[in-house]
């Protein structure tokens, strides 16, 4: 074989090899090239139920940045969170952050619902509004908790208003 | 009873000690690698034949296996309602086990035991001792620019099998049987992490061809110089990679997988 | 006044592990520019007293002088650049099968040399010439014949003009046109290139036609020296059987066992 017929063959080889990666990467994957600059902003939660680290931080459904990193603060026993926006997204300073669940039994991510402040938040700021995430156990004892108080309430009722008579 | 005893022991301190011979070779070899990185065109060389000519069999393999993950995934899918997870499905599956796992196993009984036949054979008709008697180091110029080769091959093969997979997976979903192609692709994307998955592939995939390589350049160098001896190391060749490459994924997938997910 | 021996042996031992040596006590000088020869039975012990001159082995006991240097001193980079000195003949060539003949006998020159590729292209044809194989040059090393191989291995051991050429079994399994080319071409090379060979051979014709000196060994000593027609005329036991190839001898014709008439009226085996 000679030698310049194998020098191509090993170039077309390490060219298709590192075509599939990049395809693999850019679209089978979420690589993306954005140099955007992004700033950070903190909200506490009283939980944060199943949120990760690089999950999304959605407003309207758009991504508009990631969950950089979940911290613990031991004064107020809540969680913090530390988000990256994008720069090019501003929110008013009363706007809200609530962890919702993507799909039924999908994974957490952030909402934001923009309020209607004139002020926007600045990098560092702390978000006021927050709403912690919806954990399942919590749930159903509300609602179990709730049906009961609804059965007594109904015994009540239905004694005061024979007594009432 | 006691023979037992005693033939047990002796296998396994056997074992042991070719398993130092074997890393202080692997050491030998790394550090005699200059010729293979400056002398670059002899790896190139090794590159064809280890990498270049087991093309068509990961490519082919890769198609089928993503055609098959496509069609059982969708009939499993579908009993739930999911089937628009289906390229969810074949991109992990394919990206993080069977793109390096599997294009590993062909690697090594095609190109590991070819590398083992040949160096074995230059061992048996004293073309290695001819060549440290002219003052050569076999090492140096035979088995490092192969090792090299073959460690460089394996992350591309291993990605151009998930390509094909994809592909693979792809038609048979999308074109053959009619899930959302949109559905198909963003869904992929959105759950595919560049760095958890893929990467981690890609590292997977570069371990296995380190040891893959490994044990085909030791056991091409420590066969016996007879036929019988050649025919048993390149069988052991295949046969070890195998072990080893399932092995390694296992410790690596408890690594990077589930390490993550423990918050 | 005499040159230093190229090579020279005193009292050394020898063994693939301590419990059983394979050489004993070996006294052997070889002068510059001859051609000496060192036969025996196959397993005497020649090729490893071989491999023990070209540092393949390290002597167990007794020192070993080669080319000016002490063997046993030598550390691995020493042995190569000894070596540099040295070309070796191996049995059966050797050659390196994924290469021409032309790129065999150009290895030593593209790999210890910074020599331009002409002067590779015309110093490759000179030392195929000197073998009588020019016209060989683009053909595959599976193309050639048993002696066909083994000349080239001849010319790409002396592409660099060795001092010391090393013959291990040079004759084995040649016809005798073959035999005769190859006998010739170690004594001309020798005395045209100012070398000094050792032949290991047990031919005793095509030995004794070529070499000034031969040494015989048997069970790991040597048993015997002296010139050709020393040894023709030689009385010792071991040596007349050998040079005259008697089936009897200090070499028995049966290899050990029982009592002939015992063993027939053994019951059958298997």
Redesign the interface.
């Given at each position: 074989m000679k030698r310049s017929t194998l020098d191509i063959w090993v170039g077309v080889f390490v060219a298709a090899g590192f075509a599939g990666l990049l395809f693999l990467a850019l679209r089978v994957g979420n690589l993306t090239f954005s140099t955007s600059q992004t700033y950070q902003l903190e909200a506490k939660f009283a939980n944060i139920g199943g949120l990760k680290k690089r999950a999304a931080i959605k407003s309207a459904g758009v991504v508009v940045g990631r969950v950089s990193d979940i911290g613990f603060d031991n004064e107020s026993y809540e969680a913090i969170v530390t988000l990256n926006i994008d720069a090019q997204f501003k929110f008013p300073r009363d706007t809200s952050a609530k962890i919702l669940t993507s799909g039924l039994l999908g994974e957490q991510y952030i909402g934001l619902e923009a309020g209607g402040d004139d002020k926007m938040l600045k990098a560092g700021d702390r978000m006021r509004l927050t709403q912690s995430a919806v954990v399942l156990e919590n749930l159903i004892s509300q609602f179990l908790f709730s049906k009961a108080a609804e059965g007594k309430d109904e015994g009540k009722d239905a004694k005061a208003g024979k007594n009432g008579k | 009873m006691a023979e037992l005893f005693e033939k047990l022991g002796g296998a396994v301190t056997r074992r042991i000690w070719q398993l130092g011979y074997a890393a202080r070779f692997f050491a030998h070899v790394l550090m005699h690698s200059g010729t293979a990185l400056g002398r670059f065109?002899l790896t190139?060389?090794e590159?064809?034949f280890a990498?270049?000519m087991s093309?068509v069999i990961i490519l082919v393999s890769g198609l089928f296996v993503g055609m098959v993950l496509g069609l059982q995934g969708y009939d499993t899918l579908q009993r739930y309602g999911s089937s628009e997870a289906l390229g969810i499905l074949v991109?992990l599956s394919l990206?993080r086990e069977l793109g390096p796992v599997v294009s590993g196993l062909l690697f090594a009984s095609r190109a590991g035991s070819a590398i083992t036949a040949e160096i074995g054979l230059?061992k048996a008709?004293?073309?290695l001792?001819?060549?440290?008697?002219?003052?050569?180091?076999p090492i140096a110029?035979v088995v490092a620019p192969r090792f090299w080769a073959g460690v460089l091959?394996m992350?591309?093969?291993a990605?151009?099998f998930?390509?094909?997979g994809?592909f693979g997976g792809y038609l048979v979903g999308v074109q053959l049987i009619g899930v959302d192609e949109g559905a198909f692709?963003s869904q992929?994307?959105?759950s595919?992490?560049?760095r958890q998955?893929?990467l981690n592939g890609?590292i997977k995939s570069f371990v296995f061809g380190v040891a893959v390589t490994w044990i085909a350049v030791f056991e091409g160098y420590d066969a016996t110089p007879t036929a019988e001896g050649v025919s048993g190391a390149t069988t052991r060749t295949v046969v070890t990679s195998s072990l080893a490459i399932l092995a390694l994924d296992f410790v690596l997938t408890a690594l990077m997988f589930t390490g993550g997910?423990a918050? | 006044m005499p040159r230093a021996p190229i090579v020279s042996i005193g009292n050394v031992g020898f063994g693939y592990d301590r419990a059983r040596p394979v050489l004993h006590g070996i006294d052997l000088e070889i002068p510059e520019g001859s051609v000496v020869g060192i036969m025996g039975q196959s397993g005497c012990g020649k090729t490893t007293l071989l491999r023990l001159i070209a540092g393949w082995l390290k002597a167990g006991s007794g020192s070993m002088r080669v080319l000016g240097s002490d063997l046993g001193s030598l550390d691995g980079a020493g042995i190569f650049a000894l070596r540099r000195k040295m070309g070796m003949l191996f049995q059966f060539g050797a050659l390196f099968t994924d290469m021409t003949v032309f790129d065999n006998v150009a290895f030593q020159m593209r790999e210890h040399t910074d020599l331009p590729e002409e002067l590779i292209d015309g110093l490759v044809r000179m030392k195929l010439e000197a073998v009588g194989l020019r016209g060989a040059a683009e053909l595959m090393p599976s193309a050639l014949s048993g002696g066909m191989a083994r000349r080239v291995a001849l010319a790409r051991a002396i592409a660099l003009d060795p001092q010391l050429m090393l013959y291990d079994e040079p004759f084995t399994g040649l016809d005798p046109i073959s035999l005769g080319v190859i006998a010739r071409l170690i004594r001309t090379l020798n005395d045209s290139l100012g070398q000094t060979s050792i032949v290991v051979s047990h031919d005793v014709e095509e030995c004794f036609a070529i070499v000034d000196y031969v040494y015989f060994m048997a069970a790991g000593r040597i048993v015997a020296h002296g010139t050709p027609a020393q040894m023709r005329g030689s009385q010792e036991a071991f040596v007349s059987q050998f040079v005259h190839g008697e089936t009897d001898g200090p070499i028995p014709f049966h290899y050990p066992a029982p009592a002939y008439a015992e063993d027939l009226e053994a019951p059958a085996h298997g």
């Open positions: - | 065109s190139i060389r590159m064809y990498g270049v093309l991109a990206v230059m008709t004293e073309q001792a001819a060549m440290e008697m002219m003052a050569v180091d110029r091959s992350p591309l093969l990605a151009l998930s390509a094909m994809i692709w992929m994307q959105a595919v992490d560049w998955d893929i890609v997910t918050r | -």
